[in-house]
């Protein structure tokens, strides 16, 4: 036992450099599995429509480039002081579960919301900002021709264009290119769980309206 202490003693300092890298880097893996477990499973449950990819997005490898609703956001509407919003801003979207299940956008600020209420947020970055007239969407399944949407284009109003880091999904082999049709087609809806300081993480996707599917395993 001595005799394996003083060998141990004398090694030379790059073993124990490579040893003690082992361990750190062994803890951070094991803060990041633990930190997405807790995420996945005391996050609060929220239900996104998503929403067409602009065809330059294409279906890469195996998996899926999702966006949202909650993606382009009219700041005109939804923030006090649209002046204050640039490109790279860190925003908070405060959520808010509509009639039919799905989680919309009440309203958007540089401010996180008090953690400790019951307000339900999600944290995005400001990808870009524009002009161009929103179309108003539909929720899935819904009739436009017989309930039309309250609002209309608002023209030359500020949209921002929000990263919330859970633009893409993987999926198995071979079945990408049919959910990438579903979800041009608004037939996709992904479960997200959203922490309370807003970060986000996809635990699995509803197909027309159907049971989940694609769950997130925990490892």
């Known amino acids: 036992m001595t005799d394996w202490l003083e060998s141990i003693a004398r090694a030379p300092y790059r ?70 919003f640039e490109p790279g ?13 799905l989680w919309q956008a009440k309203s958007i600020d540089l401010d996180r919301p008090d953690a400790s209420s019951d307000t339900v947020f999600i944290k995005g970055k400001i990808d870009w900002m524009d002009t161009a007239p929103l179309v108003p969407t539909a929720v899935p399944g819904e009739d436009t021709t017989l309930t039309p949407r309250a609002e209309e284009p608002c023209i030359n109003c500020l949209n921002a264009r929000i990263a919330y880091g859970i633009e893409s999904y993987f999926v198995p082999e071979g079945e990408g290119r049919a959910l990438e049709d579903m979800r041009d087609e608004r037939s996709v809806t992904v479960i997200a769980s959203v922490s309370k300081n807003g970060t986000a993480a996809i635990k699995g996707l509803i197909l027309d309206g159907g049971d989940p599917v694609y769950l997130e395993p925990l490892l």
Request: proline share 4%.
């Open 15 to 84: 073993l124990w450099g490579l040893i003690l890298a082992g361990v750190l880097m062994t803890a951070l893996l094991g803060q990041i599995v633990i930190e997405r477990i807790t995420l996945l499973t005391s996050g609060t449950e929220v239900r996104l429509a998503t929403a067409p990819v602009d065809p330059r997005d294409i279906f890469r490898g195996d998996y899926v480039i999702l966006t949202y609703e909650i993606t382009r956001l009219p700041l005109d509407r939804l923030a006090e002081n649209k002046d204050v």
């Open 89 to 101: 801003s860190v925003v908070y979207v405060t959520l808010e579960e509509d009639a039919s299940g």
